[in-house]
């Protein structure tokens, strides 16, 4: 079998059921659940899902699981016909949690519309990246508490967009909490305290990994517009996803960034290409990066992922310091102090959506807007470094204008990239390709 054969869409219910149940049985203690629920009351928190494929279908589990009174009454995709599998899957978990009737199922690019004024109090995004700024921003507006699934934008009109959105948020009293998950892991959160107390020293390197086997790339369907194919395989083009730095190497330059009080570089320079993953059914991704971010002061953070079948894999986190080194995922410290978590495992899928709802009936929002915004942009840095070859410094890239929308969204719209007579996409060129 070709190691790299396109996927059907369809998610194995069982392999669903199962990752769920692992992750329940994985999940914070039913007292802290319970502690987080009860502040405000017993009262019903409607829930709305825009974006449910299965990372959305996950996160309506995991917030049903961190609050036994929230409740999911809409949900709104693109596609009808996911949204009813998604719902199918949900329902099978958490029977008593789901009362999504027919007239809260809003399909097409207008859905999430319609769901923000279905009398909702919480709405979880978890669609492709382009769309995240624009359906949180309307969110907020709207007067819902949100998570919002990373990576939250694919440009810097999109990031500077998730900032203000966040801060009217703030004024308004609303929880914006993020998908980038690892911040709400017990083990790393007791990890990363130390490092922040000094246990490793000042950290002068940090190390980030996230090298995997390669992602799903889904089959065209015969009768898909382009751009109902792009947005169904949305990982694989870059104005939707924003490369692969977009779609997993941010939860380590995430944690990178936390380490170092999510201060932001001042320049970032890289590589990556496309050395497996070739051909129209990849679309115009690459299959490698790798990025140094430059802090002044000799501090440098290196990032690196690939997703690529058959070559070694790991996804890792580490620090080292003038007393120390710090190995977060293995829970680690070892220098002038040694210490190990020994605590008990958490899901930190449901703690982050734990967090959401105590925040919300304890009257005290909870907003990770500005580290999700920037951690964001670290991801798009890596990605324009890789394409274009180019030294660029925060500023310009905070301060860019560049974006790359479709003429309209709509179904039948052209969008960004279109492919050439033989299927291809054009792909990024560093030395040609400029960043603007």
Known sequence: MNQHAPQTATTSRRQFLKTTAALTAAAASPLAIARAAQPGGSDILRVGLIGCGGRGSGAAVNAMNADPNARLVAMADVFEWRMAESLARIEEVKPDQVSVDRDHQFGGL?????????????????????????????????????????????????????????????????????????????????????????????IHT???????GSLRSLARRPEMTEMEYQIYNWYDFNWLSADLPGLNLVHNVDKGAWALHDRPPLVAWGMGGREVRKGPTFGDVYDHHATVFDYGGGVRMYAYCRQINGVVTEISDRFVGTKGHCDLLRYTIEGETNWRYEGPPSNRFDLEHVALFSGIRSGQPVNNSTYMARSSLLALMATWCSHTGEEITWERAMNSNKQVNPERYALDATPPTVPDADGNYPIAVPGLTRFE
């Open 110 to 202: 207008d859905g999430h519309r319609h769901l923000l004024e279905s009398g909702v109090d919480v709405v979880l995004i978890t669609v492709p990246s382009h769309f995240t700024p624009i359906y949180l921003k309307a969110a907020v507006e709207a007067g819902k508490h949100v998570f919002c699934e990373k990576t939250h934008a694919v440009d810097a009109p999109g990031v500077r967009s998730v900032i203000e959105a966040g801060e009217t948020a703030r004024q308004k009293g609303l929880s914006v909490v993020s998908g980038l998950a690892w911040r709400y892991d017990t083990g790393v959160l007791e990890t990363m305290k130390r490092v922040h107390d000094g246990a490793i020293g000042e």
């Open 206 to 212: 940090i190390e980030e990994i996230c090298n995997t």
